[in-house]
Structures are given as C-alpha cells and as structure tokens.
C-alpha cells in the first residue's frame, strides 16, 4: 500500500531545555563526535554501525543531528533499513525531480517500488528530495514500512482530527515514540523530523534499541547538546502576559477572550474593576465612571465693524480671531498692518473658523494697529462680497509674552479639554465625547500634564485627521477612528511645543520621526489600555475587529525587515505616496518597544523635555538632545546603546534624505504571508522624495539631472516619470545560491486618464513568499536606466520564504532569520524559559499554541553554527500580526562573519 508524503512545516518540538530527560553528557565515543551524550546517540550508532547512514554524513565524523531530514536522506535511510544490498544505478527515476545521475536517486526508486511513497506532487510527478518531513508523516511511513497493526488510542492531546492520528497511535504502541511532550501528553505532529529524531525512530522499529520506558519521559530532543547559555549576556526582561494560552474566563465578549489581565466590572457600568482603581474610581457604584472635562474657555473679545460676529481670543504672544462659518458658503480674511498698502498678514491661507496673529512669528511688537476685511465664497469658490474694514488696536490689548507660557510648561495643574464645531454632525459628536471622556484618563496617565490649560476644538476638515493651531484645533473627517483620535491628542498635548528645530516652534520635516513616532507609538498602547478598561465599549469592540492600522502598525510583523530601507530616511514623513505608512510603522514599533522596555518611557521623556525648555527659552530640539534625554530613560534597545541602535533606524536620521535615486520597496501584509512591490523615485534638493510639483517650486528641478525624466501634464504640475521603468531582481537564498533572476517593468499608466501621476508600484508576482521554500533570502534589486548614473538605484533587502510554513489563527509563531548561518540551532528564552528550533536555510521557526497573544517584552536569541560557535542576540516582543491576525513575528539578524555583532553596527 503506498502513502504520499507531503512536504512538511519546517517547526519545532517546543520543549524547554531545562524539561528534556534521559540526556547523560559524556566524553567522546561512539561514530560520531556532534552526538556525545545526546538521547539519540545510541539509535545514530546502531544505524551507522550498518552502514545505513553512509554518504549523508556531513563532514568528518560528524552526523549534524539537529539538522531537519531532507526526503532523500529519508529514502535511503529507509531504503537501506528495508531490503539487502544496494539498489541498480543509472535507470531513470519515475520522478521529475529526481535526476538520476545523482547517487541517491536509486533509494528513491526503492522507496517507491515498496509502496513506502507515491512522492509529494503529480502533473508532473515529482518527490521533492530537499522538502522536510513532518512526525506524522514519518509515522505513516514507519507503520507501512514496518506493517504495524492497529493500536488503540494513545492519549495524544495534539492528534484528535490528524488525518495520521491512527498511524501515531500505531507506532506509540509499538513502542516506537513516546511523543514530545507531557501534561498533556503530546505528540507534536506538525513539526519537521530531525535527523536525530528518525535515527531513534528507526533503531527503534529495526529493535536496535530499546523502546522507551515511560511516557512521561520527553526523548525525543530536537538537537545536539551543545552550550548555547554561555553566550548569554544579560538576563532579558520578563515576557508579560499569561504562561499558557486560555480563554481569560473574565472577557465578556469574544473578541476580548485572548486579552490579558482581570476584565471583571463589578458594578457593570463598563469600566473593568482594575481600570477603576487605577483611575480612582469606585469599582462597586455606577455612579463613580469618568465624566466630560470641564471646558477651557478663553475670554472671548468682539471684533467691532466686522459684521459676521468675528471675535478675537488672546493667547500667549498672540490673539486669535474667530468666527462662524456660514452654511453654504465660507469667509477668507485679509489683514494687514496700518502702515502697510498690501495684505501682509492673511490674505486667506488660513483655517476655515479661525486665524492666528502670532507677535513673534510675524515680527510685530505689539504695538500696531491691525486693518482686516473679511470676503464671502460661495461653495463653487466664487466670490460674493466684501464686508466692511476693521480696525484692532494691538497697544490696547494685554498679550502674555513667550516666556509667560514658557514658565507654565507641563505644570502638573494643567488641564486639556475640548469641544466641537457647529457644524460638526450630531451622531459623529456624540460617538466622540463618549470614547473622549473615557480616554481622559488614560491620557494623562500615559502623557502626563499637557503643555498648558486649553481647549481643543474638533472640526470637520477635508479629509483624513491633523492638529493645527498649537494644539488648539483638531481637524477631522468626521469618521471615527480612535487610534487617530488619540494620535492627534498626542500631538495636541504637546501644544505649541512639538519636537521640532524651528525657531518659532512650528512644525518643520526633519524631526518628524521623532514627533509622529512618539504620537504613533503611545497612540497604539492608549487604545490597548482602553480595550482592558472598556471591553465592552463599542470603541473597544471596533479596534477589535479592525486590528491593522487601529489596534497594531500594519507593518510590526516585518519591523525587523523594512527598518533600515534607505527610502524610509527621514525628511518629509508624507511623500511618496505609499511610504507614510511604512514610515509611522517603524517609527511606532520603534516607541513602543521603548514602552515595553519602560512603560514609564513617555512620560518620563516629557517631564525631562518641558523642563529642558522651562530652564532655557532659547532651546529648540535636536537630534542629539532628543536621543539623549531617551537614553535616560531607555539605555539599550535590541542588545545596543539606544543612540548607536537608532542611528541604524532611518526613519529617526534627524535630516532630509540626499538628493538622487530611491528604491521603494513595500510588503503588503494579507495573510499569514506577504507580497512585495517596488518602484523608483528621485529625492529632490529639499529632500522630497518626488512625485509632482508645482510651478511655485519649479527652482526645485534646476539640480535634477537630465537622464531623470520630467512630465510638465496638463494640471500644471511637473512629475517625474519613472512609469515603465526597467529593473532587475536577483535573489539569494542563505547559501548564496541564486534562486531567481527576473526583469521587471514598473507599471506603466496607474491613472485612469493615463497621466503619470504616482510611482507606477510593480507588484512581482513571482517573489510572492509562498512561492520560496522556508528559509531566509536575500534580494537585489537594480533599475537600470538609473544605475549607471546614481548608485541608489540598487539595493539589497531580506524577505522570508514561507512556502512550507503552515499557521493556524490560534498560533502564536516566532521567525528567526540569520544572514550568517545557514546551518545551526536557535533558541530563544521567553520569560526565562528556553526553547530551540535547527536552523535551516537561514531560518528556524517556533510555533506555539501556549503564548498569549499579547506577549510582549524582550527575548535573547542564540544562534549556535555547526562548529558550536554561538553568539546571542535580542529583540523586543511587540504585540504584532499580518493583516488577516495571523500573530507572527519575522526577526532578521545581519552578521555574516558571525563575530556576534550586527553588521549594521560595525
């Protein structure tokens, strides 16, 4: 009777080191020297005495026991244990992929003449040699190969449904496993067979030796005993969450049931009893529950002849008109000074209900009289009437300087509250104050004081979500997405004092990964610690089911692949189109594993930062000062000094990116695997990564050299054209072998009138993922119209292979990938305890259905070479999973002289 055996999920037994029995150390002996005192060493000799494991050897007395089974390793282990006599040579093989000049294609043959195996793949058949095998697959094969008889069950936790539940069943009662693991007893059907492991499983079906005693006793270790907690340097911090994976008996809701922590409310008014007390409420009455802010109102002076009730509020070195919109059409204001015959303040520009008059921005001293007109539009944009002129006498009115506000800080008695815009609609209002009065005290647990005591006004804007007038106004779409919400609050806070260089305090590029990661980042933990206090709020429920984007960055999963993308650079955070995204993920995955270091981390940095600015006026931050203030507080991030660490993150450079060629290259994170496109751009002399502008910036293009080809198109506004671009991709596996070279085009009209508009994305269908064995890969991309002129135009990025990795949705899975080392063990410590995983391909994976999904801290990694040289690295676990809540994360170690530090800091 013949079975296939498919191709196998490269995984691991996960037993803890500490947990492995029936291992005695002893000096030497036996055929080979990797295998001394392992569990296996005795069926690994008993095979090798027989000549069975002759030719798979993998150098001079050593059998590399940890290494996954290849298929043809398999075949002639198998095919030598089962018939006398070495099989004919030089008849061609039933199997496409089997050539059969190669020495073991005969064992193949064998195994398929017996029935033992009909291969993995038909039209055309084939046996994939190099594929894994899994433990259920080997036991099919052993109970066919062996004739095993019906057994009954044996109490397998992990088996109940496997389609080779019966054969495991077999081979345990014969005596020919004990499983993986015990309490319960498990037998771990989906992870890859080892060496080692099928030497003991065979040794055991020939009666070479002797089976288990017990079934509590864990044999079946997945490596050779080599000394990987010598390489460790630090104790790493504790993982938090749950041990063991459960659904938390106090979730009131499904979607809650794999979030940690004591969710009881026993008063039932929503707040969770921990989330009470934490905030000072009264777990046991209702009637205690957080209630709207009391409003900041500001005296509110008219404005006399400005005929449209338009009234000024005085703020700190400046005053602030205001004014209502009307219903069907919009005012512009232009102001100028008396002395002035030109509109030299506003001549529009400004929001749609406000203006600011700042003394310092504008260089007036306060002492001159202000001339202003306000003129109606109509909503198509034309003009109505003009209003008659007013007068603002700035002598008459008492405007706190800079160092006023300056003084007062981040007092601990300041206080943020907020209201909205007439014509902001009822229901949307209304799903606001409910989630804002919530989230009030989250805020400043997490913020600590404001910058000042002032109102913040939400009103509706264009599109998509953005803080303006110091803090003071908030514009959004009208729809409701708390992640947002609690960005721009971030921001708010802060009030005039962002993180940036300008003079007068307004918002400039080049720090914008420090200001849009902090707010990014303590947005993501806000909204976390909101689901904990409200489960049952309906804010809650939707960043539940909406994770990506609102509840986790789109892109953590693959933070440790896309962080050092030179096109991710700082600069403008927002251009090019298609790289925000991937710009904010980094930067908050960057934060919140500084979180997760300290979770005191924000509020610590803005006490240090507001006292910075209290001690010196004239400061403005930096990058130097920035990162130093952190250090403070975060010392190391991933193993590194935190300033030596983010001088490899790109997105936190501090500058504009450098003139000349970009490679964009994006993942795309839909399922448990991902997909991959690139374009090309051309950052101008600002830093831009270009895309169009404008004929007010056409100076801007006067650098740009003429093999960058410019598109004047018909809305008046010059683009770069790298639409049909040429490119090249070559890709490596971690041997160094090329796996694949294909040319490409960038696409080449994306606009639906065939304008040149965006960057024309090529989404390379062949380097999907899933396409590539398991492993860790290396891919050159070059653009060839441009790399002869600008060495930007090739660069090299990582991606793993997922072909053979299968994930369930209650899965927790863990990738290790080392540019280095493509052959060895891995093991990582989670929360104290070790588990271990052979590395194959440059990757080793860990699987389990035990971690919460919530897991977060920091975790070393040992790589461990086939030379016993080992080294240790560590990450931070962030709460991370791919688009459809598959929950992995993908970590990439760069040392290719294994010396033990990352090559990107050498």
């Known amino acids: 009777m013949s079975v296939s055996v498919l191709m196998a999920l490269v995984s691991v037994v996960l037993v803890p080191v500490a947990a492995a029995s029936g291992v005695v150390v002893q000096a030497g002996g036996g055929a080979f020297s990797d295998d001394d005192g392992s569990v296996h060493e005795a069926g690994l000799d008993a095979l090798a005495v027989r000549g069975y494991l ?39 093989s039933r199997f496409a992929d089997v050539d059969a000049v190669e020495w073991w294609a005969p064992y193949v043959e064998r195994l398929a003449d017996l029935g033992i195996t009909a291969g993995c793949r038909t039209n055309p058949l084939r046996f994939c040699p190099d594929g894994s095998v899994t433990r259920a697959q080997m036991a099919t094969v052993l109970r066919w190969a062996f004739e095993l008889g019906d057994a009954p069950l044996q109490g397998f936790a992990d088996t109940v449904g496997n389609f080779h539940a ?188 406000s203006a600011s008059v700042s003394l310092s921005a504008l260089s007036l001293s306060g002492n001159e009289t202000l001339i202003g007109q306000f003129m109606e539009y109509g909503d198509d944009k034309s003009w109505l009437r003009n209003y008659s002129q007013f007068v603002i006498d700035l002598s008459t009115i008492d405007i706190p300087s800079i160092d006023n506000v300056v003084a007062e800080v981040g007092n601990p008695s300041n206080r943020v509250s907020y209201t909205f815009s007439d014509d902001f609609p009822e229901d949307a209002e209304f799903q606001y104050r409910e989630f804002l009065k919530r989230v009030f005290p989250i805020l400043y647990e997490y913020l600590g004081p404001p910058a000042g005591t002032f109102n913040i006004l939400f009103q509706l804007g264009r599109s998509g979500f953005v803080t303006l007038d110091d803090g003071r106004l908030i514009l959004v779409d009208g729809s409701f997405v708390p992640r947002l919400i609690v960005h721009e609050l971030a921001h708010a806070w802060k009030g005039q004092f962002s993180i940036t260089a300008d003079e007068n305090w307004d918002y400039d590029d080049a720090l914008s990964g420090f200001e849009e990661g902090l707010a990014e980042g303590i947005a993501f933990e806000i909204v976390r610690e909101y689901v904990r206090s409200y489960p049952t709020h309906a804010a809650s429920i939707q960043l539940l089911e909406f994770r990506p984007y609102q509840y ?70 930096n990058r130097d000062d920035v990162i130093e203030m952190w250090e403070e507080i975060v010392p190391e991030l991933n193993g590194y000094p935190l300033g030596k660490y983010l001088d490899t993150v790109l997105v936190f450079n501090g500058r504009e990116l450098d003139e000349g060629v970009y490679i964009l290259s994006a993942i795309r994170s839909y399922g448990t695997i991902g997909d991959q496109q690139f374009a090309v751009s051309y950052a101008l002399s600002d830093g831009r990564l270009w895309w169009g502008i404008g004929s007010s910036e056409i100076e801007l293009l006067e650098s740009v050299p003429y093999w960058v080809p410019i598109v004047l198109d018909d809305d008046g506004y010059h683009y770069i054209d790298t639409h049909g671009s040429d490119f090249v991709v070559e890709v490596v596996d971690a041997y160094g072998r090329l796996q694949i070279r294909k040319e490409y085009k960038t696409n080449y009209h994306d606009q639906p009138n065939e304008s040149v508009g965006g960057f024309g994305w090529y989404y390379a269908e062949e380097l999907k993922m899933e396409k590539f064995p398991f492993g860790l890969y290396k891919e050159t991309v070059t653009f060839l119209d441009y790399i002869d002129h600008d060495k930007g135009a090739r660069e090299s990025f990582y991606f793993f292979g997922l072909k053979d990795l299968q994930q369930e949705k209650e899965d927790y899975v863990i990738i290790i990938g080392v540019d280095g080392v493509p052959e060895g063990v891995a093991e990582i410590v989670i929360d104290g305890t070790p588990y271990v995983s052979p590395i194959t391909n440059g990757a080793a994976v860990f699987k389990s259905s035990e971690w919460p999904f919530d897991l977060k801290g920091e975790i070393s990694i040992t790589i461990t070479n086939t030379a016993s040289k080992c080294h240790t690295y560590y990450r931070v676990l962030t709460e991370a999973a791919t688009f459809h809540d598959y929950f992995q994360h993908q970590f990439k170690i760069v040392d290719k002289d294994f010396n033990g530090v990352e090559d990107q800091f050498e």
Not at 245 to 253: G, L, V
Not at 588 to 616: C, H, N, P
Request: proline letters at 6%.
């Open 54 to 92: 002759a030719g798979t050897e993998c150098g001079p007395g050593q059998i590399c026991p940890g290494r996954v089974l290849k298929r043809w390793e398999m075949a002639v282990w198998l095919g030598r244990a089962l018939s006398d006599g070495e099989p004919d040579a030089g008849a061609a």
């Open 552 to 621: 986790w960055p789109d892109g953590a999963t693959y933070y440790d692949t896309v962080k050092h993308i030179r096109s991710t650079g700082g600069g403008d955070f927002w251009t090019p189109p298609g790289l925000a995204d991937l710009r904010y993920s980094i930067a908050a995955t960057t934060v919140q594993m500084m979180l997760i270091k300290d979770s005191s981390f924000m509020t610590e940095f803005m006490a240090r930062y507001y006292e910075t600015i209290r001690d010196d006026h004239s400061w403005r931050p």
């Open 166 to 353: 019966a054969n495991i069943d077999a081979l345990a009662a014969a005596g020919v496993t004990a499983g993986c693991g015990t309490d319960p007893l498990r037998f771990c059907p989906d992870d890859s067979v080892t060496r080692a492991q099928m030497a003991t499983f065979l040794a055991r079906a020939l009666g070479l030796v002797p089976a288990p005693s017990s079934k509590t006793l864990i044999v079946e270790e997945t490596h050779s005993r080599v000394a990987p907690f010598a390489c460790r340097r630090t104790t790493p911090a504790a993982i938090s969450g749950t041990a063991a994976r459960r659904t938390n008996p106090t979730a009131a809701t499904t979607l809650t049931r794999y979030v940690s922590g004591d969710l009881t409310d026993s008063d039932g008014d929503g707040m969770t009893d921990a989330a009470e007390t934490k905030y000072g409420f009264d777990p046991h009455d209702t009637a205690s529950f957080p209630s709207e802010v009391a409003v900041v109102r500001l005296e509110q002076y008219p404005i006399s002849g400005s005929a449209i009730g338009a009234y000024y509020e005085v703020l700190p070195d400046e005053i602030r008109i205001r004014w209502a919109k009307p219903d069907r059409s919009s005012y512009a204001l232009s102001l100028r000074t008396a002395d002035s015959d030109e509109w030299n303040i506003y001549y529009g520009g400004h929001s749609l209900e």
